[in-house]
C-alpha cells in the first residue's frame, strides 16, 4: 500500500533541494495532490495527466511529451509509470533539472535495472545525476537529473 504521505514528503524534498524553482512541470501526476502539497509551498505547478477527475489545481488534460514548450524550472514525477522515461528526455532536451520517483518501468524491466536505466540515459543526455531516500514506505528512490555548468 502507498505511503499517505508520498506527496507532502516529495514536494518538501523538492522545494529543499531545488529553492529557486518556482515553475514546476508535475508528470503523469493523477489528480493533482503532488501540485496541492507544491502550491502550498510556493510554486506555480501545472499537472499534466490524461484523467478527468482531479483536484482543482493547474491542470492539463492530455499526455506530456519531448514538444511541450518548456515553461518551468524544474520537472517532476511521483510514480509516473510509463512518463518517466519522457521526463528524464525532456529535462535534457530543454537543460531543467528533474526529479522522478519511479515504481515500475515501462519496458517491463525489473525495479533496481530500471533505475539504473534511468540514471544512465540521464548521463548519456549530458545530465548530472544524484539520487535519494524519502522516509516513506513503498517506492521512496529519488533519481535527480541536474544540467551540467559551464
Not at 525532456?90 to 537543460?95: C, V
Request: proline share 6%; charged share 30%.
Amino acid at each position: 500500500m502507498a505511503d499517505k504521505r508520498r506527496f507532502e514528503l516529495f514536494a518538501r524534498f523538492l522545494a529543499e533541494r531545488f529553492p529557486d524553482a518556482r515553475r514546476v512541470f508535475d508528470v503523469a501526476g493523477g489528480m493533482g495532490r503532488l501540485n496541492e502539497e507544491l502550491t502550498r509551498l510556493g510554486r506555480e505547478v501545472t499537472t499534466f495527466d490524461s484523467r478527468h477527475k482531479r483536484l482543482k489545481v493547474r491542470f492539463v488534460e492530455r499526455h506530456f511529451g519531448l514538444e511541450e514548450p518548456c515553461e518551468c524550472d524544474l520537472v517532476v514525477g511521483l510514480h509516473p509509470d510509463g512518463a518517466t522515461r519522457v521526463i528524464v528526455e525532456y529535462a535534457a532536451l530543454h537543460r531543467v533539472p528533474f526529479a522522478v520517483i519511479p515504481c515500475c518501468s515501462d519496458n517491463g524491466m525489473p525495479y533496481r535495472p530500471w533505475m539504473r536505466h534511468l540514471a544512465d540515459l540521464a548521463r548519456e543526455r549530458g545530465l548530472r545525476v544524484e539520487e535519494a531516500d524519502l522516509p516513506m514506505q513503498g517506492r521512496a528512490r529519488v533519481i535527480v537529473g541536474l544540467p551540467a555548468t559551464g
